[in-house]
C-alpha cells in the first residue's frame, strides 16, 4: 500500500529564518506531488504541483520554492521566512494510475509552521 | 466568486443525527466529486470519491451529486463522536488531470 511521510510536524521559526519541509511517498512510483498551505477560514490553498523530477509549477506568486530531487521526494523550501508564512501545510500525492480513484489526491499528516 | 461554496459552520449535533453537509459550485465542467475528513491538526482523509449524478453510500455515509443544480451532499447517519471533524469537499474537471477545488470545510461536532 502506499504511504506518505512528511516531516517536521511542529516547527516554530524566526522571521527571515530559511526553511525546510519534506515530503516523501512509498509504495508507488512516479506520483503527482503536491504542497497545499492551509489557512484558518481560508480553506486549502495550493501552492505547488509536480508532475515527475525536477518539474514543478507554481501556483501562488510568493516567498516559497519547491524542489523534486527524486522521483518520491518533494521538498518545500524558503530563504527568509515571513510572519504571514505561518500555517499548516500538507504534502500529498496521487497517481493517474491507480484506477477509479487514481485521479483523487492523498494528504499527509501535515507541518505546523509558526513564525515569530 | 468562489468556484466552490461550503458553509463553515460551526454544526454541533446530537449523538445519533442525521447530518447532511452541502457544496454548491459554479463551474458545470466539474465531473469528480470528493468529500474528505479533517481531524483536528492532521491531514485530509479521503472518505468518499462519485463520478458525475447519482448516490454513493458506504457504511454510514452517503455522497449525493447534483449536477443540474450544482449541488453535492454528504449524509452521515447514526453520527457519533467520532465523526466530529471538519469535512472539505472537493471537485475536478476532467481536464484537470489530478488537480483539485476545495470548498473552505464544515466543521461538525457530534455531542455524546
Known amino acids: 500500500s502506499q504511504t506518505i511521510h512528511q516531516w517536521p510536524a511542529t516547527l516554530v521559526q524566526p522571521v527571515g529564518s530559511p526553511l525546510s519541509l519534506e515530503c516523501t511517498v512509498e509504495g508507488t512510483s512516479n506520483p503527482n506531488l503536491y504542497w497545499y498551505r492551509q489557512a484558518a477560514g481560508r480553506g486549502l490553498q495550493l501552492l505547488f504541483y509536480s508532475v515527475g523530477i525536477g518539474q514543478i509549477s507554481s501556483e501562488v506568486p510568493q516567498n516559497l520554492s519547491a524542489s523534486r530531487p527524486q522521483d518520491r521526494q518533494f521538498i518545500l523550501s524558503s530563504k527568509k521566512l515571513l510572519l504571514s508564512d505561518s500555517g499548516f501545510y500538507l504534502c500529498?500525492?496521487?497517481?493517474?494510475?491507480?484506477?477509479?480513484?487514481?485521479?483523487?489526491?492523498?494528504f499527509g499528516e501535515g507541518s505546523w509552521l509558526t513564525v515569530v | 466568486q468562489k468556484e466552490v461554496e461550503q458553509d463553515p459552520g460551526p454544526l454541533s449535533v446530537p449523538e445519533g443525527a442525521i447530518v447532511s453537509l452541502n457544496c454548491t459550485y459554479s463551474?458545470?465542467?466539474?465531473?469528480?466529486f470528493m468529500w474528505y475528513r479533517q481531524y483536528s491538526r492532521k491531514g485530509p482523509e479521503l472518505l468518499m470519491y462519485t463520478y458525475s449524478s447519482g448516490n454513493k453510500e458506504d457504511g454510514r455515509f452517503t455522497a449525493q451529486v447534483d449536477k443540474s443544480s450544482k449541488y453535492i451532499s454528504l449524509f452521515i447517519r447514526d453520527s457519533q463522536p467520532s465523526d466530529s471533524a471538519t469535512y472539505l469537499c472537493a471537485m475536478r474537471k476532467e481536464t484537470s488531470g489530478s488537480r483539485l477545488t476545495f470548498g473552505e470545510g464544515t466543521q461538525l461536532t457530534v455531542n455524546p
Open positions: 500529498a500525492w496521487s497517481n493517474l494510475y491507480r484506477g477509479f480513484s487514481g485521479n483523487t489526491i492523498y
Open positions: 463551474n458545470s465542467a466539474f465531473q469528480y
